[in-house]
């Protein structure tokens, strides 16, 4: 069963990485973006060795790079996509879908 958990002010710099219920909240390109907070190579956690450049997330632990709107595996060795998260903005505060797989894009 899915819900939502808060993820804090949905004011943020872009590049800001934060953790949400196992899941990594981004912010980039003025967008909010979620998914699995683990790196699909080497389960380093993103919210603590990720770094953001454009839509990609990358993980400093290995070098793998993630598109944030797909999931998408863009440099390995990570060989698996990630999981998205749907992420909402609700009276200025950013949460982050719980269960299942989110819509394709991201929020405002």
Same mark, same amino acid.
């Given at each position: 069963?899915? @819900?939502?958990?808060?993820?804090? #002010?949905?004011?943020?710099?872009? /590049?800001?990485?934060?953790?949400?219920?196992?899941?990594?909240?981004?912010?980039?390109? /003025?967008?909010?973006?979620?998914?699995?907070?683990?790196?699909?190579?080497?389960?380093? =956690?993103?919210?603590?060795? @990720?770094?953001? !450049? @454009?839509?990609?997330?990358?993980?400093?632990?290995?070098?793998?790079?993630?598109?944030?709107?797909?999931?998408?595996?863009?440099?390995?060795?990570? !060989?698996? #996509?990630?999981?998205?998260?749907?992420?909402?903005?609700?009276?200025?505060?950013?949460?982050?879908?719980?269960?299942?797989? @989110? =819509? =394709?894009? #991201?929020?405002?």
């Amino acid at each position: 069963m899915s @819900g939502w958990v808060v993820g804090g #002010p949905a004011v943020a710099d872009d /590049g800001e990485i934060r953790e949400v219920a196992g899941a990594a909240l981004v912010r980039a390109g /003025g967008r909010w973006f979620a998914v699995d907070d683990e790196c699909s190579h080497a389960d380093c =956690p993103f919210s603590v060795d @990720g770094e953001v !450049d @454009g839509t990609t997330l990358i993980c400093n632990c290995h070098g793998s790079e993630f598109d944030l709107e797909s999931g998408a595996v863009l440099l390995g060795p990570a !060989d698996r #996509p990630l999981r998205r998260r749907a992420v909402r903005v609700r009276a200025g505060v950013v949460e982050v879908e719980t269960g299942g797989d @989110g =819509p =394709p894009g #991201p929020r405002p």
